[in-house]
């Protein structure tokens, strides 16, 4: 398996636009976590998935942001509109509870979100 | 509520110096820990993990006693490389109130030669 795959790796956009981040997570996956990582607030639990059910969000920031699971392969972050104070590293991890409740979670790579 | 303490960074070593980061916590149950490490430019790795008290993680030259007791977790290693320069973050899940992970705020570690 690749792991987990998020796009792009880099985004750069203008204050007042809308920004989708992408995550696959891995194969077989129940569980699908975003987090955001600042230097001021370090790692943010966003929101989590079940089987594609949002289980927690009081991560969430604010309205501006939020998040679906269309399917088990596929999520996406949406921030509309964008501000300069959401720029961060935007992560996304998934994980099987059916491997057991001591199996770690998995991270992407990160998404590097500026809004200037 | 649950939360997780590390101690403040950076941390600057030399080569070959003793490594300690502390890592305590806070949960209403009984939590599995963990320990991960992040290299610059790339997500979170999974570094070792204990499950029950006295259970000893290790990997790489790092270990983590799970005191309960203390409720700490400490990450050690006894000769760190300029390799391990990376942020290492203490983590803890719950086995109940569902499957979320618990990040403390990482530790940011240089290594010098």
């Known amino acids: 398996d690749a792991g987990v795959i998020q796009s792009p790796r880099h985004e750069v956009t203008e204050m007042g636009q809308e920004v989708t981040l992408r995550c696959k997570p891995i194969?077989?996956?129940?569980?699908l976590f975003w987090y955001r990582q600042t230097m001021m607030r370090g790692l943010e639990l966003l929101i989590y998935?079940?089987?594609?059910?949002?289980?927690?969000d009081s991560g969430m920031p604010e309205d501006r942001f939020s998040a679906k699971m269309p399917n088990a392969s596929f999520s996406t972050l949406k921030i509309q509109p964008s501000e300069p104070r959401d720029s961060a590293v935007y992560f996304c991890?998934?994980?099987?509870?059916?491997?057991?409740?001591?199996?770690?979670?998995?991270f992407g790579q990160g998404t590097r979100l500026t809004v200037v | 509520g649950n939360s997780v303490t590390q101690m403040e960074g950076p941390v600057t070593l030399s080569e070959e110096a003793f490594l300690t980061i502390n890592c305590t916590y806070t949960?209403?149950?009984?939590?599995?820990l963990f320990w991960y490490v992040q290299y610059p430019g790339e997500g979170l790795q999974l570094l070792l993990k204990?499950?029950?008290?006295?259970d000893k993680g290790s990997n790489k030259g790092f270990e983590a006693t799970y005191r309960k007791e203390t409720t700490s977790f400490h990450l050690e290693k006894g000769s760190v490389q300029v390799s391990d320069s990376a942020v290492y973050f203490c983590?803890?899940?719950?086995?109940?109130?569902?499957?979320?992970?618990?990040f403390g705020a990482g530790t940011r570690l240089f290594v010098k030669a």
């Open positions: 991890a998934s994980n099987s509870r059916g491997a057991g409740m001591n199996t770690e979670a998995f």
């Open positions: 949960a209403t149950g009984y939590p599995s």
């Open positions: 983590a803890l899940r719950l086995l109940t109130g569902g499957f979320k992970t618990i």
């Open positions: 194969s077989g996956h129940d569980y």
């Open positions: 998935f079940n089987n594609n059910v949002p289980i927690d």
């Open positions: 204990a499950t029950k008290a006295d």
